[in-house]
């Protein structure tokens, strides 16, 4: 079976989600989707349950969508993009992952991805220069490869989309795997707070919804998702500063990202913090993102270990589906060939040993916090078959 394959967080799900599944749909047999679960990647709680955004892409076009495990879905971009490749190289057959960006094209990209992966000593020697200057890493690594290399197109290097979808070609190429890919132009950057046409970004989204605005994104989601969007967003503030206070700063170190005496500054700072917006205002600095900040925090809430991370990158897992075509149950019998278990059920749960178990637990427990966020319990070992 041929598959184009995307990652995704869908938070939420927009017209911008429809147009490349649409584009996915032309080339393959079936479109899967590894999409993050209940937390994403920016270090917040998704604004809608991984289910119920699971179905809305799959009545939107896609056949599977399977879950990217709370290790990876909450990881810095070189993670989580390392971590949906090894799942998505877990499928049987030809493969194309799909993803979108403000620049570039399919030759410019593995270019770069070529030279990062190499790493040449000049590279890598300005590298650390920047970095010890206090630049964060992403930027630190287009300057240092824009200082080292020529002929390449540097804007790939500058915009997150097209940063994280760098992440996937390199992954695919420090995997070795046979995965083809193709980047799709968006219309609308992620970080474009605007709501002008009818393609707008999540970020928009979530911006008015947080503002009481929701009726102004009715004609940038389609109609199913509008329908189910909350009125307001989940907020994990106590649950994130009162782990922060359980913490001591030995076990903040042990978080990703959490380095140079970072745990430190975060452990003073959240005496006396009353909400996670004013506790990363003060935390933040040019070295230190409110996304990264955000992703220490939340990590330290769901204890996710960088340790925990780096053992399952380098062991094999599970493909766990949140949500079916019922029209396409060949995509789940075509997956039954794939190098991970495929886990429909808790019986295929119960069947997972070693790491695999480990993040699967790790998958339940994020999903326990979640549903306590929201005062609505989801069954983890469910998986929700969509009529469209």
Known sequence: MKFAVTVAEFNPFHNGHKYLLDEMKRSADAVVVVMSGNFCQRGEPACLDKYTRAKHAVLAGADLVLELPAAFSTAPAEIFASGAVKLLDA??????????????????????????????????QTLKELLSSGMPYAQAVGDALKATESGL?????????????????KAILNLKSDMDFCPVKRTVGYLDESLK??????????????????????????????????????????????????????????????????????????????????????LETKRYTRSRLRRIVLNNALDITASFMER??????????????????????????????????KADADKLIFTAKRSFEKDVFANRVYSLLTKTPTNEYEMKIVKR
């Open 312 to 345: 399952c990158l380098k062991n094999n897992l599970y493909l766990k589906a949140l949500a079916v075509a019922e029209d396409r149950k060949d995509v789940l019998s075509a997956l039954s060939e794939s190098k991970f278990r495929l886990v429909t059920r």
């Open 153 to 169: 197109n540097f804007d790939i290097l500058y915009n997150p989309n097209s940063t994280l979808g760098l992440e996937y070609v």
């Open 91 to 124: 499928l049987p057959g030809e493969k194309t992952l799909f993803f979108g960006t403000e620049t570039g094209d399919k030759q410019e990209f593995r270019a770069i991805a070529e030279k990062l992966v190499g790493e040449s000593k000049a590279f890598k």
């Open 197 to 282: 046409g009818n393609i707008c970004s999540s970020i928009a989204i979530r911006k008015a919804i947080e503002t009481g605005e929701k009726k102004k994104i009715k004609k940038f989601v389609p109609k199913f998702v509008f329908d189910d969007l909350p009125e307001s967003i989940v907020n994990a503030d106590q649950i994130i500063i009162y782990k922060l206070l359980a913490a001591s700063a030995d076990d903040l170190k042990e978080i990703t990202d959490c380095t140079e005496g970072l745990q430190n500054r975060i452990k003073a700072f959240s005496f006396g913090a009353n909400d996670l917006s004013s506790l990363i205002d003060k």
